[in-house]
């Protein structure tokens, strides 16, 4: 299966909905997203994610499925260095980095500074677990760090390229009957997705990685071995929506103006 996450547009916080700026974004993204077949859609409760999703969700007359757990990850900590009460992310590299739990996958959440807000652990578990019942929907069922399709006709491809030397995947046409689904939702909450799915630590995506406004990080089920699958980044922060419209690509999250190119 393919799941596209969607970063809401450049947000109004103090409305919780769209600057002007991040309504032309979210039409230009509606644009793009119109064009595909997708099986479902699902959005956040905020307002700036369901804003971001009408666009699209006119365009093709259709409607979300509203996901409460999907919400943004902002469970608030005060920062040991900057003192900044806030998200429990934006640490200062000399201090995040040295703390090894910081690079555990199921340790993070017992570092001290997130050891302030209890509910970050919790808040964690939560995602991934209502993440999982999701996938269980669509056939697969998580088992330790990867999933299986006990539905499926099993598979066995030990390589990404046929014989003929072309891409395999040129020639599967079962994955071009695979479902696509799209969530609009928030930089902080992919990244807890992401960390799930890709069994990486969250702190090293959410400090590692920029995804600009209405930005598209597009993650593909690979399905070759048995009825095994792991999910892989096809792309991650894609823009060119926005590019291709002549919009400016929004700095919003991020510490430095982000690349116009």
Known sequence: MRIVFVRHG????????????????????????????????????????????SCTLK?????????PWIRE?????DDPVTKRHS???????????????????????????MKQNPIIESAYKDVCQNFDKLLA???????????????????????????DGSPFADHDDDSLSEPT?????????????????????FPLLVHGFFLPTTSLTIVSSEEHWSNE???RVQAMGDVHHLLNGKEPI?????????FQG
């Not at 991040?22 to 994610?49: D, H, M, Q, T």
């Not at 990850?73 to 900590?77: C, P, T």
């Not at 088992?143 to 014989?163: C, D, H």
């Open 137 to 163: 929907s669509y056939g697969y069922i998580r088992e330790n760090n990867f999933y299986r399709m006990p539905g499926k006709k099993e598979r066995f491809v030990a390589g990404t390229v046929s014989k």
């Open 73 to 77: 990850f902002s469970y608030h900590i």
């Open 10 to 53: 450049e947000p109004d916080y103090s409305k919780d909905s769209l600057t002007e700026k991040g309504w032309r974004e979210a039409e230009l993204l509606a644009k793009r997203i119109s064009k595909w077949k997708v099986e479902e859609f699902y959005c956040s409760p905020l307002g700036r994610a369901k804003d971001t999703a």
């Open 250 to 258: 929004s700095s919003a999250g991020s510490f430095v103006k982000a």
């Open 181 to 201: 689904i799209v969530i609009f939702c928030h930089l902080g909450v992919i990244c807890v997705v992401l960390s799930h799915l890709l069994n990486i630590p």
């Open 59 to 67: 365009a093709m007359g259709r409607e979300a499925v509203i996901l």
């Open 229 to 231: 699958a792991y999910f």
């Open 87 to 113: 998200i429990p992310w934006d640490f200062v590299p000399s201090y995040w980095t040295k703390e090894s739990l910081m690079y555990d996958i199921d340790g993070w959440t017992q570092a001290d500074v």
